[in-house]
């Protein structure tokens, strides 16, 4: 497991965003994971409410595992200066990732016929602004 993200309101509620390397996080894991916090911390002390939970699928990518779970998948880029790119993640590294779109336009032969035009797109992690998977129901 590793730690995505952790939130602390002002009214104590401390939520805490976990996920795995592999498809998801099991209930039976953040149970565990909520049962060793709690131990850690002292309710005599300061009362708290604790939830622990893996990012939600409108949640956007925020650290660099993700990125690297997300391989293979499709994926929704917006860029600083908002543009858009839908696509299949294929790469990451600390730099950046590489996106793959595909789509079907006319060749330059025949005007009639479509051909299906796969492209590589580098985008460098500061420029990108979010990152979220896109859901399937396929």
Known sequence: MFLVEVKVKASNKIHIFMDNETEGLAISECVAMSRYIESKLDRETEDFELEVSSPGLDQ??????????????????????????????????????????????CTETSKKKKELITEHFIFRFPEIKETRKMVSFN
């Open 60 to 105: 956007p990518f925020r650290v660099f595992k993700q990125y690297i779970k997300g391989i293979g998948r499709q994926v929704s880029i917006v860029l600083k200066d908002n543009t858009k790119h839908v696509g299949k993640l294929i790469a990451a590294d600390e730099s950046g990732v590489t996106l793959e779109k595909t789509k079907t336009e």
